[in-house]
């Protein structure tokens, strides 16, 4: 048994890391800068626009640690700007990590479908399952932060 534990363990381990890297990468193509540009114009409260950003940033990286990468060192200066506390921005962002990372094209998602010797098509629903309640609890926590900035 732990024979196959390691190198599975070293796969994931792998796998996680590659993609924080590659959101960094992703941060610092001249592509990203301008969609981030265009993602902070989004009309309507700060919060709400980083709730957006942070989503579509996370659905194109594939992953919520890349999008971290990715959208945390591009977004804190224009939303600082824009009088959004950095607590309040860096629980969005996490709660938006958790959103489409769960796209079947998610390294975590491949290797758990591996390593359960199950085909995605007949795991994916319960996966789904997670990316609308993620997306759920990251609405409600923005729409908290919104209404009672002293929680962050």
């Known amino acids: 048994m ?3 534990s ?5 796969f994931l381990v ?14 610092r193509t001249e592509t990203f800068g301008q969609l981030s540009t265009s993602l902070s114009s989004i009309p309507g409260p700060p919060l709400l626009m980083a709730m957006f950003a942070f989503m579509i940033i996370t659905a194109i990286c594939g992953s919520g640690p890349a ?3 990715a959208g945390l060192p591009i977004f804190s200066g224009p939303f600082a700007a824009m009088g959004v506390h950095m607590s309040a921005l860096h629980r969005v962002a996490a709660f938006c990590g958790t959103t489409f990372d769960t796209l079947p094209t998610n390294a975590g998602f491949i290797a758990a479908t591996g390593l359960a010797k199950l085909p995605a098509k007949e795991t994916y629903k319960f996966v789904g399952v997670c990316t609308v309640m993620n997306t759920t609890a990251t609405i409600v926590v923005t729409l908290l932060l919104i209404l009672f900035p002293g929680l962050a």
């Open 67 to 69: 999008a971290l990468g």
């Open 2 to 4: 732990l024979e196959t």
């Open 14 to 27: 792998l796998a996680s890391s590659s993609l924080a890297g590659f959101g960094g990468v992703v941060g």
């Open 6 to 10: 390691i190198p599975q363990a070293a």
